[in-house]
Structure formats: structure tokens, C-alpha cells
């Protein structure tokens, strides 16, 4: 079996397990951070009893995050020798950063957080939360400040054969990181809403009269945070789908399943995408659309990915250039029509959660339990996007895929790993989402008292 294929198997099967968990402690962290601001501003202690319930949710994702998250460095030296080897200088200053800096920031404050209740002022208490969710935040920009050089890279220069940091700055300000890491912050924030509006419509739905109170708070707040959320990554996303559109023309004609240049261009709706003859079947388009989508006017011309394979021939030489356009173009349509659902959702929790007819509508409550998957569904199929999506390259116009594999490692080897690997994370996915429910759905009192 091909080494190259086996590898892209194993870091895609461990980076979506970890990922699960990232966006948790992304939106999580913020939501604490604000509901215990609640509590110090207010005084009420419902907060500060909503801060420790939903907290041990926060604290079982923060440890498998961790957990999850080690391996993935791992395999920069061990699967990924050669692309260490070229991306070295440049990829491994900001991971430095993030570990010295944001992960020891968070995982030292959240230790003080634990144990500091009653410990210190309910003032520093809630500045100990804020540093926690600015820890977790930064760790996640330094990672895709990481990512962005390969999805558009800057501030270098090739010698001896290695890409080697010319400005650090050009790294920081890459136009990409501050479209990707927005789109992270805020898809994190959904996660976070829609999570604690599942949990609390399960409480809902239960009726005890006990703890009435706490859930239809935790309800109202989490809608408020989940419609905010929602809405900007989907506007964020629109922002980022225009940069692209100049910036790795090849990917959005991917995703749109666009064939052939057009001016002005359509856009898909729905299509039956075949490769093999390089068009779709069957297309459902709306005129001018596409155009308007990504240039903002209806007469631009999109070029198709046939003529962009014939450009990267012609610049990089032979070779096939076009990415899984099937996976590209569901990949979208998923995350999309996901994230207009999670709009239409939070949108209505907001409205009814504050007048109050959440328990009138028991229909609605069932709902939203299963909706609060639907922003981790609409994250994955985004990730897939972004990084299969510039294939075949691994750092987009340098290197290639197939020449970033460890050229000694066995596929053997490898098949162990992933087979061990996807044991393990199974495991411990099932241990974490055991947890988050023992707790989630726990009353409480059950769920109050955090280092105590």
C-alpha cells in the first residue's frame, strides 16, 4: 500500500477526533468567562452555579483536547519527515509560541480556576476565567497562523532546498489567519451555544420544577450566543470565500463543482458531480449568482477548473492539479446549508426563550437535542474543505503531497499506528462523551461543586 495514501489517512483520522474537542473549549471558554462576569456584575448565584455545572463539560473536553492533541506534532517528524525537513523554519515558530505561550498560559490559569474557588476574590476568579478563554483562543490563532503559510505563504524564501522565515511579521499578518481565525472563533462560539442549548432543552423537556430556572437561563444565554455565533461565521465565511476566489481560485471552483469558465458565472445548487468525465450529470444552477457570490457584481467571469489545471501545468509543470471536486462540492453544500439551519434554529430559541413559550413548544425542545451536532458536522466538513481542497499540494505551490512523506517509513508501520491510534482515540472519545452526558444531563446539584 502507498505510504503517501496511508499517511494522509492517519493525520486526517486523528486531527477530526481531536478537532471534535477544540471548538468545545474555543466556545466554552468565552460562554464561562461571560456568565461568571454575569455573576460578579449581578451578585446572582445562579450564575455562579451555571458557571460550575457547565464547567465540568468544560473541563472533561479540555483533557481530551489535550490528550488528543499531543500525537498530532508527532507526526511532522515521523510521517511527515521530508515536509519537516522543508517547512521546519517556518512551521515550527509559531507551535513553539503556541505551546510556550498560549497552552501554558490556559492550562496554568485553569488550574487557579479549579481550585481557586472561594480561594480568591470573585473578581480575580472571573479575570482567572478570561485568561483562560484568551489562552485557549491564542493557542488556536498560533496554530492557524501555522496552517495559513500553508494555505497561502508569505514572508520566506527557498535556500538549499528548505522555505526559510524571511519576516516573521509577514507570517503574523498574513491576510489568510485573519479570515481563518475569525471563522474558527466564531464557528467555536456556535459549538459552545448550541451544546448548552441542547443539554438545557433536555432538562427542559424533563420538567422539574427545581431547576426550571437555571435551564431556561442557560437556554436564553446559549441562544443569544449560538444566533451570534452562527450568523458571523457565516458571514466571516462569505468574507473568506472572496479572498479565496483570488487567492486559490482552484479550491472554490472545486467546491462550486465549476467546470468550465464562465462570465458571468452560475451558481450550483445541486449537481451529481462526475470526475472521471470532468461534468456534472446533473446541475441545478442560478444565473449570475456565483459572480455575484464572489465579486460582488453580476458580470464577473469564473474561470473553471479545466482552464486552472491547464494554468498550473503551464506554472508548476505536469501533473493533475485538481483536488476531490466531489468531496469539495458536498463538503460545501454540508456546511452551508448546516450553518443556515443553525441560524433558523438559534434564531427561533432566541425569540421563544424570551417570551417565555419554550414549554409550550416540547416539539421544538426535541429539536434542538440533536441540533447540537450540527455546528461540529458544519466544522468538519469545513476543515475538509480547506485542506483537501488545495491538493496536491501541502504547502500551497511549494510542496506537494507526495513529496512530504517520510521516505523511509514502512506502510506497515504505518497501518499499525493508524489502526492503534483510531483504537485509542475511539476509546477515549467514548470515555469523553460518556462524561459530558453523565454531567450534562445530571440535575445540578449533582454537577455544583468544582475543586472543592
Known amino acids: 500500500m502507498d505510504p503517501v495514501i496511508l499517511s494522509r489517512w492517519q493525520f486526517a483520522v486523528t486531527t477530526i477526533y481531536h478537532f471534535f474537542f477544540v471548538p468545545v473549549t474555543l466556545g466554552l471558554a468565552i460562554f464561562l468567562a461571560m456568565l461568571e462576569t454575569r455573576y460578579v456584575i ?28 499531543l500525537v498530532q506534532e508527532f507526526q511532522f517528524g515521523l510521517n511527515w519527515s521530508e515536509y519537516a525537513r522543508f517547512m521546519g523554519d517556518i512551521f515550527g515558530a509559531p507551535l513553539a509560541i503556541e505551546s510556550l505561550l498560549a497552552f501554558y498560559l490556559e492550562s496554568t490559569f485553569i488550574g487557579i480556576w479549579i481550585f481557586g474557588w472561594d480561594k480568591i476574590s470573585k473578581e480575580a476568579h472571573a479575570a482567572v476565567m478570561w485568561m483562560v478563554a484568551l489562552g485557549s483562543n491564542l493557542s488556536a490563532l498560533w496554530i492557524l497562523i501555522a496552517n495559513s503559510f500553508m494555505q497561502n505563504p508569505v514572508g520566506y524564501a527557498i535556500r538549499n532546498g528548505r522555505a526559510e522565515m524571511t519576516d516573521f511579521w509577514a507570517l503574523v499578518k498574513n491576510p489568510n489567519v485573519w479570515y481563518q481565525f475569525p471563522h474558527v472563533l466564531t464557528a467555536g462560539i456556535s459549538v459552545g451555544g448550541f451544546l448548552v442549548m441542547a443539554f438545557s432543552a433536555y432538562h427542559l423537556l424533563k420538567g422539574n420544577p427545581k431547576t426550571k430556572d437555571f435551564f431556561q437561563r442557560s437556554f436564553r444565554w446559549a441562544a443569544v450566543y449560538a444566533l451570534v455565533g452562527s450568523t458571523l461565521v457565516g458571514l466571516i465565511g462569505h468574507a473568506q470565500g472572496q479572498f479565496l476566489a483570488g487567492n486559490q481560485s482552484m479550491k472554490i471552483s472545486a467546491m462550486e463543482g465549476h467546470w468550465d469558465t464562465e462570465q458571468p458565472g452560475s451558481f450550483s445548487v445541486i449537481a451529481i458531480i462526475d470526475e472521471k468525465n470532468q461534468e456534472n450529470t446533473f446541475d441545478i444552477k442560478i444565473p449570475y449568482a456565483l459572480s455575484y457570490l464572489l465579486y460582488n457584481d453580476f458580470s464577473s467571469e469564473v474561470v473553471g477548473i479545466n482552464e486552472l489545471q491547464a494554468e498550473s501545468v503551464a506554472l508548476y509543470g505536469p501533473g493533475d492539479y485538481i483536488p476531490p471536486v466531489t468531496l469539495s462540492y458536498w463538503s460545501s453544500r454540508t456546511m452551508i446549508g448546516i450553518g443556515l ?69 514502512s506502510p506497515g508501520n504505518i497501518i499499525f499506528s493508524l489502526v492503534s491510534l483510531s483504537l485509542v482515540y475511539g476509546v477515549l472519545m467514548i470515555v469523553g462523551i460518556s462524561l459530558a452526558l453523565k454531567y450534562g444531563k445530571s440535575d445540578p446539584p449533582a454537577a455544583d461543586v468544582i475543586g472543592e
Open 42 to 69: 449581578s451578585g446572582d448565584e445562579i450564575y455562579k452555579r451555571m458557571v460550575k455545572f457547565w464547567g465540568k463539560i468544560f473541563l472533561i473536553n479540555f483533557a481530551i483536547g489535550v490528550v488528543t492533541g
Open 341 to 409: 439551519l443553525m441560524i433558523l434554529v438559534s434564531g427561533l430559541a432566541v425569540l421563544w426563550s424570551f417570551k417565555n413559550d419554550l414549554e409550550k413548544r416540547p416539539w421544538f425542545l426535541k429539536v434542538v437535542i440533536p441540533s447540537g451536532l450540527l455546528p461540529t458536522i458544519a466544522i468538519t466538513a469545513g476543515w475538509l474543505i480547506a485542506e483537501t481542497g488545495r491538493w496536491p499540494w501541502i504547502v500551497h505551490g511549494l510542496q506537494k503531497v507526495e513529496n512530504a512523506v517520510s521516505p523511509n517509513i
